[in-house]
């Protein structure tokens, strides 16, 4: 693994390591405290919770990322300069080493002084901000983050260990051993056995290695949900952490509501997992859904909203108010009120061999990480809606033909016309309509696919190794069932759709529900989940901000 540093251009970047002005530096030294350090001195290291913002006077700061050979510099901060990334806002573990290199005076503020200070002053916080997304950038472009993730392409788990690195952000760098002749000298240094990968080896000097850990216990590990008390009553519980969860979370947080996000796997839903969004408004060249994640996370948290990642939800106990979510580790947390943005999942077709391929050729999710197992290979995307049109172009920039399966015959009734106008135009995309698959074959590996035309009852073998499965959607309710109101597919009834309940409406108090309020007082449902919904992305921001004001409004019910 390299230990050069970043180039020194980074370090010239006015945005990502930019100089304080002299009005800014007054603003910050008001906020905080002047003190004097010395050479040698260490400000923060990797694995240290809740550290305190820096602002350089006089002398020098390195700052540098322990690693399995010593030390990898990052940069060096002078006069006028100023500590941190991402984890000032999340209040997460520190992923690098501060150290004083030449002695003189820092401004020092505590992370409850520095938050005060970024939602009082606009310019400081677009200035911190900015720097703070950059360099996260940098982190996980260069993986400077103490975690070495050693596995092969030929693990499902490793697949799945690495896409929740990467959604939730966190900078590692991944060893293929299939590849990577450096790998078995970590095996044989931690003593780890090929049956044990993947392994994931983190820490600097007193480094350890986690052998195929789940996804919760690498959570656990990384201290992702270290910072968060769950006996504390909130004010509000967002379960779901994908565009209208991300939503609610910016919105309740911005305006004073305490409130804590919870998602089961990483952040973004299924738009997380989408290579382009191009007609989400704003962004006329179009924006990844990881992007799009990351950067309402940044801002949820800039507003104090909290995080907790890898917990699932076993139910809610809905006996009386607060209410309880009840998480798979039999923590229980209370909320004065709930949001419930839990999504939809993509349908498993009924395909034999289906399960034993998943994530040896099967996927359900179409990113870089995935188009990099396939490149020059031919793929198959089974469905025929917006997420496998966008799977489907993005594919075809680095595979040598997309088979798209579509069980019905056309794509208008469920995709934007500017996807199909590009998949109609692009040469190596084909469409089979009618169709459908009905078996997967190989050993270790997904190796061949049949497929049958369901208009001649023909049947076709072919040798392709990866599908993108998405079709259709079902939603994640099952934990819901006995306290809220559902149709008959398993959606959230909410507001005046209550009354097709059952034939009678299972609301109790005099008021009428409010547009987005479940069967039950103060719990609301927005986003994918919801009966009746608009599967866009900019429909379910649009649920999750709205229905902050209806849960103002349902909290002073109970104030």
């Known amino acids: ?92 573990r520190s992923l690098v080493l501060g150290r004083i290199t030449e002695p003189g005076e820092i401004i020092q503020l505590a992370p409850d002084q520095f938050r005060a200070l970024i939602s009082r002053d606009a310019e400081l916080s677009d200035v911190f901000m900015r720097a703070f997304i950059l360099r996260r950038l940098i982190l996980v472009q260069r993986g400077l983050g103490n975690l070495v993730l050693l596995g092969s392409q030929h693990s499902a788990q490793t697949l799945r260990l690495r896409e929740f690195l990467t959604r939730n952000s966190q900078p590692f760098v991944y060893m293929d051993l299939d590849l990577d002749s450096d790998a078995q000298e970590l095996l044989d240094r931690f003593h780890v056995q090929r049956n044990e990968i993947p392994v994931l080896v983190c820490g600097g000097g007193h480094a350890a290695a986690l052998r195929n850990p789940t ?74 859904g990881q992007e799009l994640a990351n950067r309402a996370i940044a801002q949820a948290s800039k507003f104090g909203a909290q995080m907790m990642v890898a917990r699932g939800v076993a139910r809610l106990d809905c006996d009386k108010r607060p209410y309880k979510v009840v998480l798979d580790t039999g923590a229980e947390i209370a909320a004065r009120a709930i949001v419930i943005a839990t999504g939809a999942q993509y349908n498993k077709p009924r395909i034999e061999n289906l399960e034993k391929f998943e994530g040896l050729g099967v996927y359900y999710g179409a990113t870089n990480m995935e188009s990099q197992l396939c490149k020059g290979d031919e793929v198959i995307v089974l469905g025929g809606g917006n997420s496998a049109g966008q799977a489907a172009v993005f594919l075809a920039e680095t595979t040598r033909k997309v088979h798209m399966v579509v069980r019905s015959g056309r794509l208008a009734d469920t995709m934007s016309r500017y996807l199909i106008q590009r998949i109609e135009e692009n040469p190596a995309i084909d469409v089979h309509y009618h169709t459908e698959l009905v078996n997967l074959e190989g050993d270790a590996q997904l190796e061949r696919v049949v497929w049958r035309d369901k208009s001649t009852g023909e049947s076709a073998s072919r040798n392709i190794r990866h599908i993108f499965i998405m079709a259709g959607a079902m939603p994640r309710t099952e934990w819901l069932r006995g306290c809220l109101a559902l149709d008959s597919k398993g959606f959230i009834l909410t507001g005046r759709d209550l009354d097709s309940a059952n034939g009678s409406s299972p609301w109790k108090l005099k008021r009428v529900p409010q547009m987005l309020e479940t069967s039950l007082p103060g719990v609301f449902a927005v986003g994918d989940v919801r009966s009746g919904n608009v599967k866009r992305v900019a429909a379910a921001v649009g649920e999750g901000a709205i229905s902050i004001h209806m849960v103002h409004r349902a909290l002073s019910e109970v104030a």
């Open 215 to 288: 996804i919760q216990q690498l959570a656990d590990r990384l201290g992702l949900n270290a910072n968060i008390d769950e006996t504390h009553l909130r004010d509000l519980v967002i379960v779901g952490a994908g565009p209208a969860g991300l939503a609610a979370a910016v919105y309740a947080a911005s305006e004073g509501l305490n409130a804590l996000v919870i998602e089961t796997a990483a952040p973004g839903g299924q738009a997380g997992s989408s290579s382009k969004i191009e007609n989400y408004l704003g962004f006329p060249m179009g924006i990844s």
């Open 1 to 92: 693994m390299s230990s050069s540093p970043i180039p020194s251009a980074l370090d010239a970047n006015t945005q990502t390591f930019p100089t304080l002005t002299d009005a800014q530096i007054a603003r910050v030294r008001a906020a905080g405290r002047v003190r004097s350090v010395e050479r040698g001195e260490i400000l923060f290291e990797p694995g240290a919770m809740n550290i305190s913002f820096y602002v350089v006077l006089s002398g020098t700061m390195e700052i540098v990322q322990p690693d399995l050979h010593g030390e990898r510099p990052v940069t060096t901060h002078g006069p006028g300069h100023f500590t941190g990334e991402l984890n000032m806002i999340s209040g997460r």
